[in-house]
């Protein structure tokens, strides 16, 4: 009888019980533990950094503007995070709720927390702010490491200069969304290959197969619609004027296009709730 | 405490679990029996809520399982050993199902040593055998300290002392009050574990109740007697009722009667008899006669005559 003396020991009955930061623990736990899915969240670093250096060493062969702005700055020290980390992440978000199907870990999760908007809730917190995070470790970084090759061609930008902590903000929370995105579709699809190959579809190949369709060049730019072309929007300078949007012009606003991304990523969140509520786990 | 009221599953035209009624009471183990596809996984998936029955309805300690404040600490549940992801160690996994009802890390290491899981729960569960992943999933199963405890074919890929274990733990768990329900195709593990016994076969339940009660029900019990004078026995003894065996070797079986009343009719007659046994019904036999006609996968030479019809 030892052991199950033991076993009432430590349980304190009405103390212990389920709670949404509980299970926002339970989620943080279940994403630090896996070592893809860590490795993912260093490569948004690693990749964002990495592109970064990259272009800085090859200013001098790929020419500087005149006038160094903003705008060219941004474009050098973003390119690399917004690039790789929209698909990281994407990917990231797919493995966090498929990965559970494939393992069967999603009983697990289920049992302890029968609330299943609860789950999706917390799964997509953890994931935006760890995304976010390493994102804005990429940028910030990036700034730092691209900085000196810049003012050695005259350019000197600091992260205080008018538009530039946006950007990097607008960036981050970009990676962060795409990171919710691959969560909805996960969630709709529950398998890994399907939903991995579905996200990288609809980030990189949409806006692509939009801008070459036979139509008016109006609907061509319904291209600018899409979830990467918000990124690309979210990390540029804010005052290059041209209001809020511009479908004919072909201009999107950084606040449009925090706006468009932030639509993708709660329109499949939402269809990921809806399979999630209706569909037996 | 379990109850289900007309509790129904159908997957479109296939009704896995059709209308059943069932309780199942605390301070007893309760076991679960059933052939393949009968609905008992389906069951107790359907118990805590991980799927949704078409229609009626299941409560433990009288709520439907998602409603309760603290689901861990009424139901453990294992269903499945393998559902932790490979790449994930058994502390991290333990520590993610604690951490969602704020259960902290002693209790976690607690379980693991109650698991016998110490050695290895550093370790990646991608690598454990199957024993191992049934001992974790009995591990997460007791986290909360259950009121009521589910498990799926627990004994599964365990070895002889891991067998002895899991008996023990069920015997004692019931023994404190706590609600015990367990499914296992292993016949002789359900007779020496449970009390009583819920029998389901093609989604309906086809007896309930205490585990002797159902084996006295569904087998005949009968008495065989060796004796010189089977004849002269068998003529005394014979009566409405009563089906006697044509003698073997002088061994003759009677049924309808029990051992005492062949014993006093035999010492009536003068009728010497060598040898006296009352035959009763293993759970076995009660099992496949309560399921003869309810299997949905049978190998067709565990049937060898009237196979070809």
Known sequence: ?281 | MIEARTLTKRYGHRTAVDAIDFTVVPGRVTGFLGPNGAGKSTTMRMIVGLDRPTSGRVEVNGRAYPEHRAPLHEVGVLLDAKAAHGGRSAYKHLLSIAATHGIGAARVREVIGLAGLDSVAGKRVGGFSLGMGQRLGIAAALIGDPATIILDEPVNGLDPEGVRWVRTLMRSLAAEGRTVLLSSHLMSEMAQTADRLIVIGRGRILAEGAIGDIISGATSSAVRVRTRQAELLAATVAGPGVVISAPVDGVIEIAGMTAEQVALAASAAGVVLHEITSLTGSLEEAYLALTAGEVEYRSSNSAPTGAHK
């Open chain 1, 1 to 281: 009888m030892t052991t199950l003396d033991k076993q009432r020991a430590t349980f304190l009955p009405g103390h212990d019980r389920l709670s949404f930061a509980g299970v926002v623990r339970s989620e943080f736990i279940k994403l630090t533990s896996l070592r893809s899915s860590v490795a993912l969240l260093l490569a948004i670093i690693v990749l964002g950094l990495g592109v970064s250096v990259a272009l800085g060493l090859t200013l001098a062969d790929a020419g500087v503007p005149e006038e160094g702005s903003v705008g060219f700055m941004l474009d050098q020290v973003t390119i690399g995070t917004v690039l790789f980390g929209q698909i990281i992440a994407g990917v990231l978000g797919v493995l966090v709720i498929s990965g559970e199907y494939s393992s069967g870990t999603i009983q697990s999760t289920l049992i302890a927390a029968p609330a299943r908007m609860t789950v999706l809730g917390a799964k997509a917190i953890v994931l935006f702010i760890t995304t976010t995070a390493s994102a804005l470790v990429a940028l910030f970084g990036s700034w730092a490491v691209t900085h000196p090759m810049l003012a050695e061609f005259g350019i000197e930008i600091g992260v205080t200069a008018p538009g530039v902590l946006f950007a990097f903000l607008g960036g981050a929370v970009y990676v962060g969304l795409a990171a919710v995105l691959g969560l909805g579709i996960g969630t709709v699809l529950r398998s890994v290959a399907a939903g991995v190959a579905t996200v990288i579809s609809l980030i990189l190949l949409l806006p692509i197969v939009l801008s070459v369709l036979p139509a008016s060049s109006l609907v061509r730019n319904f291209h600018l619609l899409s979830m990467s072309k918000a990124g690309d929007a979210m990390v540029s300078a804010a005052d290059a004027g041209g209001g809020f949007i511009d479908l004919t012009d072909g201009f999107v606003s950084p606040g449009a296009g925090w706006l468009i991304a932030a639509v993708w990523a709660a329109g499949f969140l939402g269809l990921g709730a809806i399979q999630l509520r209706r569909k037996d786990a």
